[in-house]
């Protein structure tokens, strides 16, 4: 058994395909099937068993893979902390909730780069749930989720369980946002009875996984029964400013995106909606450069949107 057989072996299990994870690793189908046999035969024991689908681990090989991930997460810790970054490439894989801020703050992290440099950036808008999952993985290196704080024993203890680290971005109470003609829009505050009328747009994602869709709407219920759930951040600008009776609940937006979209964010005086947003990663992991100067800008749009952490 050996660290390359292990990498091999989580690829399997991340692709749940031995022809996929042979081309992702750039290697022939059979020298893989062959690697994964060594490494099984080695451990004594079955990793993988075929389904119709593809593989899958078996009991003992998920309790072996999650061994497995643990060491390669170590040994990519201590290779950074004691080999120095490539200095001619920017590279690092990020999971973000649909939030128009971080956006803000990726365009102004990817404004700044060194033009001569290389660039392997994988940025990925999603669920909390989802990044969660892509963290814990290892198919993404940092994440940030965002959560309403009535879920917050929830999401603590899944990423407890999932044995990710993290830490605050910012708390803040959602706004509402909609078209700058809207008739709410002339008022400086509006108040959540106001909003019955009109139509919610709303991102799709279950907050959390045993709620379902009319549970989540009990928990945090709304007073209209007019909502059009979304699963793309493009979709909800087109919508806003298409659709003139919309609006959505969101976190603050810098007022750069607010003009260019031909949008407006009201406080709802009665309707608040407290939410965190969390970084989280693998523990033992250290941020790289770029990652960290990325985090500085959505530190930097968070202080000048009146978030705290």
Known sequence: MNLLHLKYAVEVEKTGSITQAAENLFMGQPNLSKAIKELEASVGMLIFKRTPKGVAPTPKGAEFLKQARAILDQMEALEAQYHPEREDRVSFHVCIPRASYIAYAFANFVKSLDSGKRIDINFRETSSIETVGCVSRGEFDIGIIRYSMQYEKYFMNLLVEKGLQFEPVCSFEKVVLMEKHHVLASQETIREAELAPYIEIAHGDHAVPYLSFSEMREEEPRLGSRTIHIYERGSQ?????????TYMWVSPMPDELLDRHGL?????????????????YTKGRRLTKPEQAFLREVQSVRDDLGMHE
Do not use: S, T, W
């Open 237 to 245: 600008f087109c919508l806003l400013k298409r659709v003139p009776d």
């Open 264 to 280: 407006a964010q009201r406080r709802c005086v009665d309707g608040h909606r407290a939410h965190r947003d969390l970084l989280i």
